[in-house]
């Protein structure tokens, strides 16, 4: 499996607060990567790192060999999408707007290519019949979905999800979660972050947990678990699966 990301002393400080102490990690494409841990564990900065919307205090990520930190940021971007807890969607456009937006401004592709794509991935995520729906008359999983298609529309090599399901109503989760599954079999290398333990049991190629900003534990879901070898994956997981 060839590798494409590539994390090595990742350091990252918000003043005196050290939120990620060292982090190595490598992902390979088409691997699925779920992130787990406590809150406050630096989960979601380790993800906004990897594609610069937090600058590193320290250490290197590599995307396909290349150093993050000397691509232009939009390609950056694109390449390594991101899908956020709260969507982020423009409120002033569609649905369609929203997925067309990103694609002109970055791409530089025509509206007319930029509009048959986005159909495409909207159409993929269930989203088409909403096409013309600004995110105040959508559902809060209608607008994730309509996040990820937006994501999808820029053609990314990776993409990270921060708590995808986290701002959603129990009902609504299984909707995105059930779009995830469908990338994931469609070869798509993902990183998620996520507190959702049966998805990552299910859906992971490999289960990352995180404490106190490090990565303690790193296995297939198969082995993390069933038998975490460290006592504080252990002790999370107890807590977490109690019930």
């Known amino acids: 499996m060839a590798e494409i990301l590539h994390v090595t002393g990742l350091y990252k400080r918000f003043g005196g607060n050290e939120v990620l102490s060292g982090i190595d990690l490598s992902v390979g494409a088409g691997e699925v990567v779920c992130v787990i841990g406590p809150?406050?564990?630096?989960?979601?900065?380790?993800?906004?790192?990897?594609?610069?919307?937090?600058?590193?205090?320290?250490?290197?990520?590599?995307?396909?060999?290349?150093?993050?930190?000397?691509?232009?940021?939009?390609?950056?971007?694109?390449?390594?999408?991101?899908?956020?807890?709260?969507?982020?969607?423009?409120?002033?456009?569609?649905?369609?707007?929203?997925?067309?937006?990103?694609?002109?401004?970055?791409?530089?592709?025509?509206?007319?290519?930029?509009?048959?794509k986005a159909m495409f991935y909207l159409e993929r995520v269930g989203m088409l019949p909403y096409r013309d729906a600004r995110p105040a008359q959508l559902s809060g999983g209608q607008k994730q979905r309509a996040a990820i298609a937006r994501a999808l529309c820029m053609d990314p090599e990776v993409l990270l999800f921060d708590e995808p399901t986290s701002a959603l109503d129990p009902e609504m989760v299984d909707e995105v979660l059930s779009?995830?599954?469908?990338?994931?079999?469609?070869?798509?290398?993902?990183?998620?972050?996520?507190?959702?333990?049966?998805?990552?049991?299910?859906?992971?190629?490999?289960?990352?947990?995180?404490?106190?900003?490090?990565?303690?534990?790193?296995?297939?879901?198969?082995?993390?678990?069933?038998?975490?070898?460290?006592?504080?994956?252990?002790?999370?997981?107890?807590?977490?699966?109690?019930g």
């Open 39 to 116: 809150s406050g564990s630096g989960k979601s900065t380790f993800l906004r790192c990897i594609n610069l919307l937090e600058e590193p205090s320290g250490g290197q990520i590599l995307f396909k060999g290349q150093d993050v930190m000397k691509m232009p940021a939009s390609l950056l971007h694109a390449r390594v999408g991101m899908v956020f807890q709260q969507f982020n969607l423009f409120n002033n456009m569609t649905a369609l707007d929203n997925c067309v937006a990103g694609q002109r401004r970055v791409l530089r592709r025509s509206r007319e290519e930029s509009v048959r």
């Open 179 to 242: 779009v995830i599954r469908t990338l994931k079999d469609g070869g798509l290398t993902m990183m998620i972050v996520t507190h959702e333990m049966a998805f990552a049991r299910d859906a992971a190629d490999r289960v990352v947990f995180m404490d106190a900003g490090k990565v303690v534990e790193d296995a297939p879901p198969s082995k993390l678990f069933v038998k975490p070898e460290n006592p504080r994956t252990q002790a999370f997981l107890a807590r977490t699966m109690r």
